[in-house]
Every structure is written in structure tokens, then in C-alpha cells.
């Protein structure tokens, strides 16, 4: 059985990897359970036999929001709100995402300011636990009042609506939920509002995105290291000394791990011909980091988002205050979802170079890293793929985060465009797989023309480990299959 995660504390990176790794469930505390409680109390309180309008529980939303509803007409509102808000397009989000979206929903409604019942809360925890995964679609969202349509499809599977991956399996959500015996929830006052307002789809995919950059961070360096080996490159640029009259934390580190990938390598410590390296190796831990700098101050934008409670209005029982604010508009997370994408661009960028510098039969190593050129145009095309992705990346990151359009009739006039920042900045990650799986590839093949000389421990375990997905090349092959099996390789590393 998995073993339970309460939430009742501000979850941060670590948290959320600890949980979808280990397939933990969820369940709330006794605290988080009161919290939600009184707050739905008070607001119960509050609407009774009162004349006075509050946004999005007795009045109509957006620029819709002077029209006042009936009492008889507040629940028809809530989920007449999520199905005309419903009408996202696209491809599917990855479920892997949509789940961290119900966990960060459940995050913030747990604080007990957003109004809604514990039924709900509990509804959308049963749904992560039995991974009832709603589906989702990339594209409708302007991240300004919160993501509203992403978020509304997460949510209409709460009362039936809407499809579902169940099993493998698309089927509609009320079928989901006669299965697992869960309640169709009734939505009350304000509860659509603070379903669909918030930024939980801006997070979910920041929060995939950091999780796999930080995996990826410590093999990228791996990698480089190893091409920079099989160039016959040189240790000194990475000496410790050199970083500490510089003293930029990434560079720091990636300097100390450049070190520990080439300790022990006979190939490092042969004599050089040469005085210094091209930057795409000498500058290394100037330039990857600089993108783990990046990361870090990222993750702290995001776990500051995640911590938080981004729906509208909200609602503070203990203060009698009910307001109606921007705490759902994504500018935090458009800016630092492009600063990300730029980060990651980079790193493709200069890992590109390398692999052009070995295939430029410079260094004794042949032309195209193949012992018969011009029968075997060896790995001169691989570099041309990995060229044409490190520009596409480069398209990908124009910012997202300076665009805005008005919407509903002008009440929502500034927006940050945070989603579209936030799912660009997914394809620069995977481009940026792809990438350094053509640099593993050119690194193993280059070091092969190095031989009998090895390199450090950790790189030959390293090449043996990535020899046994793809061999050698002795002669042409189709080599789309070794950058597929180098992409699953580099995404399986830690």
C-alpha cells in the first residue's frame, strides 16, 4: 500500500519529487480539514439574507461581474462557469503534469482561504490518489485570471464531466466515478472560481521542467566531460582557484564536478600540444553555470508560487473579509519560465559546439569521427540535426512574458501569457534531450580513436553503460535509432 503524504506544510521541489517518485498518496490533515471547514462556514454565514455583491459568488465573472444572481441560481453559476470555461484545444497535456496540477489545486485550497467544501478538496485528492488523471488540453490559457481553461478541464470530471485517462484508458469521468464509488460533487457558491482561478498549470509544468533540469544538470556535465577527453582537452580551466576569484555559485560547482567526472583519466593528464581550448570546453562551468544559477533562483519563484494561494476572491474568516484581488495573475511565472527557457537554450547551444569541434577531424581525431570517410559520411549529420534544434530553441525563446491581449471587454486588460511561456520552455527541455544525446554520441565515438588510453572511472562506466544501448560505429548506418536510444538513455541518467 503507499505509504501517505499530509499535507498541512508548504510543499517545496524536493516534496513534490519525493511524492510522484515514490507514488505516494495524498490525505489531509486535521488542520488543513478545520482550516477548510470554517472558512466554507463563514462564507455560508455571510450569504445568508445578505444583498451585497462579491465577485464571482452572487455576481457574474470578468467584465460580467456588475450583474448580480439570484440566490436559486448560485450553484446552476458555479458549474455553469467551469463548462463555459471548459474550451481549451491542442494536444494533451502529459499526465505526468496533470497529476502535479491536482497536487498544487489541493496545495492551495488546503490553506483555507479560497471558500470551497471539503467534499471538493477531498474529491480532487481520491481523483491523484487513484490516478483518475482528467484530460487536459496545452492550449487556452492567457495566465492572467488564473488558468482558466486548463483548470476548468481538470475540474468538470468532479461532477461528471469531461474525459479521463483511467488504466491507460480515455473514458468519461462519470464512468471514473461510478467505478471508484466517488460522489459527484455539487458545487456551492464561489467553488467554481476558486477551482478554475490560479496557476496551477503554469506550476505544474515549471515544477516538471525544474525537476527534470535539476536531473539533468550533473549528466550534462557528465557529457561534457567526456567530450572534452576525447578532444584531448585540458584540466586547467577547471582548477578550483580559478572559480573562487569568480565566485558565481553554479560556476563553482560545475567546475568541482568537471573535476570529479575527469579524476584518475590517463587521457586528461597525457601532455598537450596545444595551449588552450575552444570556450565551448574551456568556459564550461562559466556558461552551464550559469544556467544552474538560473535553476536555483527559478526554484525559488516557483516554490514561493506553489506556497501559495492564487485563486479570486479570497476569503478571510477570522478578519470578516471577503477580496477580490490579482493574486492569480502568472507575471512571477511567465518572466522566470522565459529566463528558464534561455537557460536551457544555452546549454544546448554549447553543447552543440562541442560536438561540431569533434567531428572537425581536429586533434587526430578524423573527419566525421569515421575511419573511412567519404565511403561513410559518419556523424556529419547528426551535428546538422542538433544544429537545426539548438535554432529552433532559439526561435522558442522570444519571450513570452512581453506579449499581452485584452480580454472580456477590457476588465482583463494587462495578462502575462505565462502558460504559453510555460509549455514553450517544456519543448526547449526536450530539444535540449536531443541535443545532448547527439553530444553523447559524437563523445563515445571520438573516444573510441582514443584507445588503449582510458579516461576517468566515472566516464568509462559512463561509455560501458551507454555501449550497451548503442554500439560503435564502424561503418554508415541508420542512425536515427542511436539518437532515439541515446535520448532514453540521457532521460533514464542521474
Known amino acids: 500500500m503507499n505509504s501517505y503524504f499530509e499535507i498541512n506544510q508548504l510543499l517545496n521541489l524536493a516534496d513534490i519529487d519525493v511524492i510522484i517518485k515514490q ?8 488542520e488543513a480539514k ?35 444572481i439570484s440566490d436559486s441560481e448560485l450553484n446552476q453559476l458555479q458549474e455553469n462557469l467551469l463548462l463555459s470555461h471548459a474550451c481549451g484545444t491542442g494536444d494533451e497535456v502529459p499526465n505526468e503534469i496533470v497529476k502535479i496540477m491536482l497536487l498544487l489545486k489541493v496545495q492551495s485550497l488546503s490553506f483555507g482561504y479560497s471558500g470551497v467544501q471539503l467534499q471538493t478538496v477531498e474529491t480532487l485528492i481520491e481523483f491523484f490518489n487513484k490516478d483518475i488523471l482528467p484530460i487536459v488540453y496545452e492550449l487556452g490559457s492567457l495566465g492572467a485570471s488564473g488558468d482558466l ?53 503554469m506550476s505544474a509544468y515549471a515544477t516538471y521542467i525544474l525537476l527534470k533540469s535539476k536531473q539533468y544538470l550533473p549528466v550534462i556535465n557528465k557529457v561534457a566531460a567526456l567530450s572534452l577527453d576525447a578532444f584531448d582537452g585540458r584540466i586547467e580551466p577547471f582548477t578550483d582557484a580559478l572559480h573562487q576569484i569568480r565566485p558565481h555559485k553554479g560556476q563553482i560547482e560545475t567546475s568541482a564536478q568537471m573535476r570529479k567526472n575527469l579524476l584518475g583519466s590517463e587521457m586528461i593528464q597525457r601532455t598537450k600540444a596545444h595551449v588552450q581550448d575552444p570556450y565551448a570546453f574551456r568556459c564550461i562551468p562559466q556558461v552551464h553555470g550559469a544556467s544552474y544559477d538560473t535553476v536555483l533562483y527559478v526554484q525559488s519563484v516557483i516554490e514561493t508560487e506553489i506556497q501559495s494561494v492564487t485563486d479570486n476572491p479570497n476569503v478571510f474568516p477570522d478578519d470578516d473579509l471577503i477580496i477580490s484581488g490579482g493574486n492569480f495573475h502568472g507575471q512571477p511565472l511567465a518572466l522566470v519560465m522565459d529566463f528558464l527557457a534561455i537557460a536551457l537554450a544555452e546549454l544546448g547551444s554549447i553543447s552543440e559546439r562541442r560536438t561540431y569541434q569533434l567531428i572537425a577531424g581536429l586533434r587526430e581525431l578524423p573527419a566525421f569521427l569515421t575511419g573511412n570517410p567519404g565511403l561513410n559520411s559518419g556523424f556529419m549529420i547528426p551535428q546538422y540535426t542538433a544544429a537545426s534544434i539548438v535554432s529552433q530553441n532559439k526561435q522558442l525563446c522570444s519571450p513570452a512574458s512581453v506579449d499581452s491581449i485584452v480580454s472580456s ?22 530539444n535540449l534531450e536531443r541535443i545532448i544525446a547527439i553530444e553523447l554520441m559524437n563523445a563515445a565515438q571520438a573516444f573510441e580513436f582514443r584507445r588503449p588510453l582510458k579516461t576517468s572511472e566515472t566516464l568509462e562506466e559512463l561509455l560501458s553503460s551507454y555501449r550497451k544501448k548503442v554500439s560503435k560505429l564502424d561503418n554508415d548506418r541508420y542512425l536515427h535509432e542511436d539518437i532515439e536510444q541515446s535520448i532514453l538513455f540521457i532521460q533514464q541518467l542521474n
Request: charged letters at 25%; proline letters at 3%; a positive charge.
Open 23 to 30: 507514488k505516494k498518496h495524498l490525505k489531509l490533515s486535521d
Open 34 to 68: 478545520a482550516r477548510i471547514i470554517k472558512c466554507r462556514a463563514y462564507l455560508d454565514k455571510k450569504m445568508e439574507n445578505n444583498e451585497q455583491a462579491f465577485y464571482g459568488i452572487n455576481t457574474g465573472f470578468g467584465s460580467l461581474c456588475n450583474t448580480k
Open 149 to 201: 481553461a486548463p483548470l476548468a478541464h481538470l475540474c468538470i470530471p468532479l461532477f461528471g464531466k469531461g474525459m479521463v485517462w483511467v488504466d491507460g484508458k480515455k473514458i468519461p469521468s462519470s464512468e471514473a466515478l461510478l467505478k471508484f464509488h466517488i460522489p459527484s460533487v455539487k458545487l456551492q457558491s464561489k467553488e467554481g472560481l476558486a477551482l478554475i482561478n490560479g496557476t496551477q498549470f
Open 409 to 430: 471587454n477590457g476588465q482583463e486588460d494587462h495578462v502575462s501569457m505565462g502558460a504559453n511561456a510555460a509549455t514553450k520552455c517544456l519543448r526547449v527541455l526536450k
